[in-house]
């Protein structure tokens, strides 16, 4: 990153943040303008960057979830040295929220039931906060209080219900809370009252909450998106159009974790029965980087994708994980189940791996390589006609079977692995 002279610092310092919102909808812009100092000459990469105006130490946030649940756990996540922290999701009225234990199951690499191998999966039906709202703001102001350079997330989830959305925004807005992230994608839970998932599945309630919200919010707002839709594009148009400055995306995928062999009970298992719940972990990864991908290419060709931001969630255990994120349009990477398994010093180690890869490719920021991958993907026809036209130029000999007809019963395991490219 080269240094800024005042004349550049002038000519930033001008620059609107232009943001689509509906037809009609006049809101100023909630982007705060900050200068970043020069940079040294040092060859270290910098993993600092600056998102909707909020300057963070590293892209890695705490993911909402248990991680962020109390006062404790948010300094925790702060003193390992974690970017940001999204907090727990929080509504006005705690008391509807009763959770259950067990309430989460875990899938391994191995045979049903099997307590060894490498955990891939994790399945919550966990609900937001139940922790009155009350103590949560408190402890929202403490945080802040303590660490006032810091990123200090809510996220929020409401029902149907203007009047209710205004006051809690009001509410967390007070405690000194940076940006807003809305929960509009919880799978389980309480989708009766059009909470969670319930709102993000459906777009004409999403581009009218999301305008209550976006109207009311003097903070940046980023919507986050449930993957458990046809097309995660819809939605995340809406949402941006309707005022938010970035979306997160994924949240956990609907799922059932599993039937114990033995009982014939699904898990988690509580009482001798189970409800569907939100599925993460490594397992979801590709999922996430698909979901995340399609989003990232959608507000690069309609938005101007550097006033809005990108949160890539799902599956980050390792800098290389969060590499991929970012190389596919993420400007930030949430981590949930990845601190729940791994605790909140896995920061450092994303930290250092991400710095490797950096160094790896001579990258000294995170804008040298943000998106860099979109520009590979393309549709399958695309595949067909250029290697056609890349044999046809080289006389190349396709690796692997010419056609369907090829496959023998024999060899089928060689022949499918003659077509796999890693």
């Known amino acids: 990153m080269a240094s800024l002279n005042l004349n550049q610092i002038i000519s930033n310092s001008n620059t609107s943040f232009a943001v689509n919102r509906r037809p009609g909808l006049r809101l100023p812009s909630r982007i ?100 009155p709202l009350e103590t949560m703001l408190k402890e929202f102001k403490q945080l802040k209080a303590l660490y006032p350079d810091r990123i200090l997330i809510a996220s929020i989830m409401e029902e149907y219900n203007k009047a209710a959305w205004e006051e809690l925004i009001d509410r967390v807005e007070e405690t000194g809370i940076d940006a807003i992230e809305v929960n509009f994608s919880c799978p389980h839970g309480m989708p009766e009252r059009k909470m969670g998932a319930a709102v993000g599945q459906d777009c004409r309630l999403l581009e009218e909450v999301c305008g209550w919200i976006n109207a009311k919010a003097t903070v940046p707002v980023w919507a986050k998106m449930t993957p458990n839709i046809t097309d995660i594009t819809e939605p995340a148009r809406v949402a941006l159009r309707s005022g938010s400055e970035g979306v997160s995306a994924i949240n956990t995928i609907m799922s059932v974790m599993g039937i114990d062999l033995k009982t014939l009970r699904p898990e988690p298992c509580v009482e001798g029965y189970s409800t569907p719940g939100g599925y993460s972990c490594k397992a979801v990864h590709p999922i996430a980087l698909g979901k995340v991908m399609s989003i990232a290419k959608m507000m690069k060709s309609e938005f101007n994708d550097k006033d809005y931001s990108l949160s890539g969630i799902g599956g980050v255990e390792t800098g290389g994980d969060a590499a991929e994120f970012i190389l596919l349009g993420a400007n930030t990477v949430q981590v949930c189940t990845g601190v729940m398994m791994h605790g909140y010093g896995l920061v450092k180690r994303l930290c250092e791996e991400l710095k490797d890869f950096m160094k790896m490719h001579n990258f000294f920021s995170i804008e040298d390589f943000r998106g860099a991958s979109i520009e590979y993907f393309t549709t399958h026809t695309e595949l067909v006609r250029m290697q056609q036209e890349a044999i046809q130029q080289r006389k190349a000999v396709r690796k692997g079977l010419q056609s369907d007809k090829d496959w023998t019963g024999d060899g089928f395991v060689k022949e499918t692995l003659s077509m796999v490219s890693n």
């Not at 040092?42 to 946030?61: C, H, K, R, W, Y």
């Not at 509504?91 to 989460?104: F, G, H, Q």
């Open 32 to 131: 705060g303008l900050r200068v970043l100092a020069s940079d040294s000459a040092s060859a270290e990469p910098d993993l600092s960057i600056t998102v909707n105006g909020l300057q963070m130490p590293n892209p890695f946030v705490i993911g909402s979830g248990p991680p962020g649940t109390n006062y404790t756990v948010m300094k925790r996540a702060f003193d390992e040295g974690w970017g940001a922290v999204v907090a727990k999701t929080v509504s006005l009225d705690a008391a509807k929220v009763i959770n259950v234990t067990p309430r989460y199951a875990r899938l391994r690499a191995a045979a049903n039931g099997s307590a060894k191998g490498q955990i891939i999966g994790w399945e919550n039906i966990e609900l937001i906060s139940d922790r």
